[in-house]
């Protein structure tokens, strides 16, 4: 079975950085771009970042220049490195390995860990 599991999660003022860590297993990660999409109290579920398995990426207008996606040479696992955090960065993250980025968040057309807590305060 897939599993996806993450951590690096924690709180942290504004201004400072977090790095983000997904290890996956059980099933071709050639076949699937890698990323992260997170989720706030009261907010539907975002995409955040994605990396393929040729190396393209993908960010939110929100997190481009502060995030930085990478990828193991193996694939088996994806990071997420995020500087200068904004207390709007606050979320839950989950990591995925999707078909394609734009698949409903946490839906069945991907593999989704179990989340990890961001806290930014101000």
């Known amino acids: 079975d897939a599993q996806l599991v993450e951590s690096g999660g924690g709180s942290v003022q504004a201004g400072g950085s977090l790095r983000l860590s997904c290890t996956a297993s059980?099933?071709?990660?050639?076949?699937?771009?890698m990323g992260w999409y997170r989720q706030a109290p009261g907010d539907e579920c975002e995409l955040v970042s994605t990396?393929?398995?040729?190396?393209?990426?993908y960010y939110a207008d929100s997190v481009k220049g502060r995030f930085t996606i990478s990828q193991a040479d193996t694939k088996n696992s994806v990071y997420l490195q995020m500087n200068k955090l904004k207390p709007e960065d606050t979320a839950v993250y989950y990591c995925?390995?999707?078909?394609?980025?734009?698949?409903?968040?946490?839906?069945?057309?991907?593999?989704w860990g179990q989340g990890t807590q961001v806290t930014v305060s101000s």
């Open positions: 995925a390995a999707v078909t394609d980025r734009w698949v409903p968040c946490l839906g069945d057309f991907g593999y």
């Open positions: 990396i393929s398995p040729d190396g393209s990426t």
């Open positions: 059980g099933f071709i990660h050639d076949e699937r771009e």
